[in-house]
Nanobody
């Protein structure tokens, strides 16, 4: 089991930046891939990005490529999502996720096994 807790959401103006954090516990941090999904009001859940167990491989959704950066730090078992050049359409609840499967990162487009409770990001125009 992996326990995931997100933080860092809030209200920001378009063009601004936010950094989300995800604190992980329960299993060895290097055992699993991690990622972020988001869900906007009235919309389907959407894949944002995934990172492999050691942080050396990443896979981004086209909608955030070049604006968002994922990283993971084994020293404190925390994953981060740096979000720059935010747009109103980035408004959503952002979920931290984890998965023990050793598969191509694109596989996680369809979901991961472990989820946090989410943190709300609101981008005003």
């Amino acid at each position: 089991q992996v326990h995931l807790v997100e933080s860092g959401g809030g209200l920001v103006q378009a063009g601004g930046s936010l950094r989300l954090s995800c604190a992980a516990s329960g299993r060895l941090f290097s055992e699993y891939a991690m990622g972020w999904f988001r869900q906007a009001p009235g919309k389907e859940r959407e894949f944002v990005v995934a990172v492999n167990w050691n942080g050396r491989e990443t896979y981004y959704a086209d909608s955030v490529k070049g604006r968002f950066t994922i990283s993971r730090h084994s020293a404190d078992d925390t994953m981060y999502l740096q979000m720059n050049s935010l747009k109103p359409e980035d408004t959503a609840v952002y979920y931290c996720t984890a998965d023990f499967r050793i598969v191509p990162l694109a596989t996680f487009l369809y979901g991961m096994d472990y989820w946090g409770n989410g943190t709300l990001v609101t981008v005003s125009s």
